[in-house]
């Protein structure tokens, strides 16, 4: 009889230690935002240096806000040489994009959707969506493998030029690095045995500490999974009329994160339902 509960007390345990998230399924990950970033490119425009936030030649001030969004891209025309960094212009980013993905075996991801707003100036904005093409990566859901995830899509960029609604550029088999790793890990021990870094270089070297010290406490309570990644692009198609050419570069920083739907109230109901049986089972024992 002992020995019937212990087995019913152990069962009970991992029931509710199941993971809270469901696995397989279409996630929506939000580009997080700073809660004084309405409105604010990531810096202000600079006569030297590059655009780039969060990089050892940005600029202070009362009146900038060197925080920025997280995420951002930048538009570095050709011919732009002096100096080599230097950046035309940095565009912030909201919005969301959706995967499916499955966030806990990992293998083969989609993306299902993705919708980015832009911030450029005052009464001016981009948009960025998926294009017609193939839009699929992958996951490797461990710290091993660095939570590695990787895409290739294509998408249109919608900027100011020729006003709402227009495509100003376009860009196809645009490939994505970076990785989708569990607020759970986002700790001092988590970083210890993963290595996450920014593979374009926007960042200073201590990537790690800024994720752990200036994102994670930057996340919603219900957050799961954090996502980041970076892409970096000639574009294969632009107005004529534009100031940008095939031969400028396009790059961009995506920080988001997603809520996945719960699972466990499905599994535990099923487990009750059996401890249930079990109990009149050991009842009549």
Request: aromatic fraction near 12%; glycine fraction near 10%; charge should be negative.
């Amino acid at each position: 009889m002992k020995e019937k509960k212990l087995v019913l007390a152990i069962i009970l345990t991992t029931l509710l230690g199941l993971p809270a998230y469901t696995t397989a399924s279409t996630v929506q990950f939000e580009l997080l935002t700073s809660t004084d970033n309405i409105g604010t490119l990531p810096q202000q425009q600079q006569n030297g240096g590059d655009y780039l936030p969060r990089t050892g030649d940005d600029i202070t001030g009362g009146s900038i806000n060197p925080d920025g969004s997280f995420s951002f891209n930048y538009m570095n025309p050709d011919g732009i040489t002096e100096p080599a960094s230097y950046a035309k212009s940095t565009h912030s980013m909201t919005g969301s994009l959706t995967l499916d993905i499955d966030l806990q075996a990992g293998g083969a991801a989609d993306i299902i959707s993705l919708e980015f707003d832009g911030y450029v100036s005052p009464g001016k904005f981009s948009a960025q969506h998926l294009d017609n093409g193939a839009n699929s990566g992958t996951y490797s859901p461990t710290a091993a493998s660095n939570w590695a995830f990787q895409a290739c899509f294509d998408w249109y960029y919608d900027t100011p030029f020729a006003g709402s609604g227009a495509t100003d550029m376009t860009f196809d088999d645009y490939q994505w690095s970076g990785f989708i790793i569990p607020v759970s890990e986002l700790t001092t021990d988590g970083m210890a045995v993963t290595t996450l870094d920014d593979s374009l270089g926007y960042f200073d070297d201590n990537f790690e500490s800024w994720l752990l010290n200036q994102i994670t406490p930057q996340l919603p309570q219900e957050a799961a999974y954090l996502f980041f990644a970076q892409g970096q692009a000639n574009p294969s198609w632009t107005d004529p009329m534009m100031d940008m050419d095939t031969g400028g570069i396009v790059g961009e920083t995506i920080i988001a994160y997603a809520v996945p739907e719960p699972a466990t109230t499905m599994f535990l109901a099923v487990g009750f339902y059996w401890i249930r049986r079990q109990r009149r089972y050991l009842k009549n024992a």
